[in-house]
Nanobody
Framework: QVQLVESGGGLVQPGGSLRLSCAAS????????MRWYCQALVKQRELVAA???????NYADSVKGRFTISRDNAKNTVSLQMNSLNPEDTAVYYC??????????????WGQGTQVTVSS
């Protein structure tokens, strides 16, 4: 069984930084793209950043230059370094990945979400 577990959310002042981490565990054969989404109150979930298995990244326009996504393929982890945070970044952040397990069955997996609150 495969699962994703996030950590690193919390309360931060405007202009501050946070680092989110997500670890995949279970019967993993291969992890394709890994992504971070966010969902603010009364808004739809939206893509924040993505990273392919070869390290190619892409970002939402709103976070370009402020957030950095990275992954460690050996540890099956993905991180999101968030700098220059502002109140509009307040949301629940979700880790997502397409993972093929050891029986060669692929699936789209989500973490439980971690709250990020930017407020003075």
């Amino acid at each position: 069984q495969v699962q994703l577990v996030e950590s690193g959310g919390g309360l931060v002042q405007p202009g501050g930084s946070l680092r989110l981490s997500c670890a995949a565990s279970g019967n993993i054969f291969r992890i394709n793209a890994m992504r971070w989404y966010c969902q603010a109150l009364v808004k739809q979930r939206e893509l924040v950043a993505a990273i392919r298995s070869d390290g190619i990244t892409n970002y939402a326009d709103s976070v370009k230059g402020r957030f950095t996504i990275s992954r460690d393929n050996a540890k099956n982890t993905v991180s999101l370094q968030m700098n220059s945070l502002n109140p509009e970044d307040t949301a629940v952040y979700y880790c997502n990945a397409f993972i093929m397990n050891t029986t060669y069955t692929g699936g789209d997996y989500w973490g439980q979400g971690t709250q990020v609150t930017v407020s003075s």
